[in-house]
């Protein structure tokens, strides 16, 4: 499953996604693991979630946040959700590379259908990229 979280700024993407974080950490079977771009007050995150802060570990640009996707499964196959908060402002507002890591992301899924991807896009539903509304239902 790969969902998307849209809207404008402001419009409570980060609010939407940290109920359904925390709805994970409780009732996930396997491991959940909610990325961001920068720290922020995580009291609100359920312990069992496992926060990743892509500051922390010089992420950059599409390229390099595939490959730290890539190797954060690759390290741990108990991973049950992945939720990426702010996916314009990890690689980039252009979104340059974003049509092959969604193909990569999307790859992913199919490889193992267990994992979920729930990904936030700030931006109206008619001006999503192509290779991310067909994941809108």
């Not at 595939?66 to 908060?85: K, P, Q, T």
């Not at 490889?111 to 936030?120: A, D, T």
Request: glycine share 10%; proline share 2%.
């Amino acid at each position: 499953m790969i969902k998307i979280v849209y809207g404008p700024k402001g419009f409570g993407k980060t609010k939407i996604m940290l109920d359904e974080v925390n709805q994970a950490g409780n009732t996930a079977k396997g491991n959940v693991v909610f990325i961001t771009d920068k720290r922020f007050n995580t009291v609100s995150v359920n312990f069992n979630v496992r926060c990743v802060y892509t500051e922390d570990h010089d992420i950059k640009g599409a390229v390099a946040f595939n490959g730290f996707i890539n190797g954060l499964l690759a390290g741990n196959s108990d991973i049950e959700y992945v939720f990426i908060d702010g996916i314009k402002r990890i690689i980039g507002a252009e979104m340059e590379g974003g049509d092959k890591l969604f193909a990569s992301i999307s790859q992913l899924q199919e490889e193992y259908p267990e994992l979920k991807f729930v990904i936030s896009v700030s931006a109206a539903k008619e001006d999503l990229p192509a290779y991310i509304a067909k994941y809108v239902d």
